[in-house]
Nanobody, 114 residues
Framework: QVQLVESGGGLVQTGGSLRLSCAAS????????MAWYRQAPGKQRELVAF???????NYAGSVKGRFTISRDNAKNTVYLQMNSLSPEDTAVYYC????????WGQGTQVTVSS
């Protein structure tokens, strides 16, 4: 059974950086889009960034210029480099992959202290 395993979350001060990783622990046929979502307490889950199989990227306006999404197709892994973090970025971050079906990670907590 395929699982997405996330790592890299934690506690960081305002202005700091974190790098999230998400690896598929199995074979996913023909992964197309990879993405990161986040959900803050009391809010709906929102798309942070996505990257297509061709490498095209798109970002939420709130993170544009601060976050960078990338992928390693050989490793079925997606990354999210987060710089200049602020308390508003505090949330549970979920990775997502679309292959033969949708796959979701279990979530990793990112907390930014002021």
């Amino acid at each position: 059974q395929v699982q997405l395993v996330e790592s890299g979350g934690g506690l960081v001060q305002t202005g700091g950086s974190l790098r999230l990783s998400c690896a598929a622990s199995g074979s996913i046929f023909s992964i197309r889009t990879m993405a990161w979502y986040r959900q803050a307490p009391g809010k709906q889950r929102e798309l942070v960034a996505f990257i297509t199989s061709g490498g095209s990227t798109n970002y939420a306006g709130s993170v544009k210029g601060r976050f960078t999404i990338s992928r390693d197709n050989a490793k079925n892994t997606v990354y999210l480099q987060m710089n200049s973090l602020s308390p508003e970025d505090t949330a549970v971050y979920y990775c997502y992959m679309r292959g033969d079906r949708d796959y979701w990670g279990q979530g990793t907590q990112v907390t930014v202290s002021s």
